[in-house]
């Protein structure tokens, strides 16, 4: 072989390579995420207090699909951040005396407390049992869902805490998610697994439906008396009477995995979120949609049925947390996961009809309505808090 042809079979191979890079390059490299959809300025938005401003008339970020939104939204306000520094925020709700909101930093075993006057963030329950969903009574009690403990709690007004539901049929419950208060006395919430993990709770002894190879070891890290329960029902939705009896109301097969809850302003109507499988689960779960029932004077929902299977622009949206306004509307949060613009919270009419989406950069976990005037939507999504003045007013307590 010549030296000519020598070099030429080099640079040959050399070509060769060169081509081959940029595909073993794609092979070894995760594709790039876009930027959120949310996210219409450049640079970026910044949705804290200190960002640019955005409101020259409407906020970008709030969407009309319906022209009835209009008249539930302020023109002139803007989404801001209030705060950020959770892992997994959840479970915000208003004390209307107090003139603060408090909501669950679930992983971080902690409830956190933004209070009006000046915005200040502090830490107002720790530990937290892993607290989940929280609202108010119509006492002004702080009703909390303690994924760890696995029981509802209320915490008086003299600072005592009573436990308002820890089984049911003498079988302990799974991880109580989302309350809701009735002016009857009584207090409904719902029963998925969800705690049964290490993230947000623990898991079950070895053997138990989230922990079947007992290789995990549930007491790791908890008090005395933490991480020694099994998981013993399937999913459900509970009243509490006023008398202190637990009833269930539906079933894992009328409802499986619900989630978030609330009640119609004249409390006839009862709205649940289904959610997708859970730790320890066995059937299919459900499928992120969002049901309604009516409510009779015997307080058993009857004539399910779905309100919307949460498909919006062909995009998969998840429900979480719900909550109504005065004239019915429903505002029920949004974690669309990649589907990057889909995150946030939507609005619908009592007829089920989508009226307009408020985007956020995160995915939104739970929502309620607060202020002085209950005027303002406060958003709990993924590591922060986003808080929007709206036209009208959140129903209920809290």
Known sequence: MTQQQTRRGVLAAMGATALMAPAIVRAQTPPALAAPASVISNPPRDFGPNGTPTVYG??????????????????????????????????????????????????????????????????????????????????????????????????????????????????????PNDVVAHPDGSYWFTDPPFGGQLYEGTPDVAGGPSNAAGKLKPGLGQPPGMGNMRRELPTGCYRIDPSGRVDLVLSEEQLPSPNGICFSPDYKKLYVVSSGRGPGDTGPGGKRDVHSFDVGADNKPANGKLFSDFMIDGIKCGPDGIRADVQGNLWISSNAGRNLGYSGVTVWSPEAKLLGRIRLPEGCANICFGGPKRNRLFMAASQSIYALYVATQGAGPA
């Open 58 to 175: 409407r906020d970008p970020d709030i969407i009309t699909i319906d022209p009835a939104f209009d008249a539930l939204t302020q023109g002139n306000t803007p989404i801001m951040r209030l705060w950020t520094g959770s892992l997994w925020a959840e479970g915000p709700a208003w004390s209307s005396v107090g003139r603060y909101m408090v909501w669950s930093d679930i992983p971080n075993n902690r409830q956190l407390r933004w209070i009006e006057d000046d915005g200040r963030v502090s830490v107002f329950r720790m530990p937290s049992n892993n607290s989940n969903g929280n609202t108010f009574d119509f006492q002004g009690r702080q009703i909390t869902c303690e994924h760890l403990a696995r029981r509802v709690v209320r915490y008086e007004l003299d600072g005592s805490a009573t436990v308002l539901a820890d089984s049911y049929n003498g079988k302990r419950l799974n991880s």
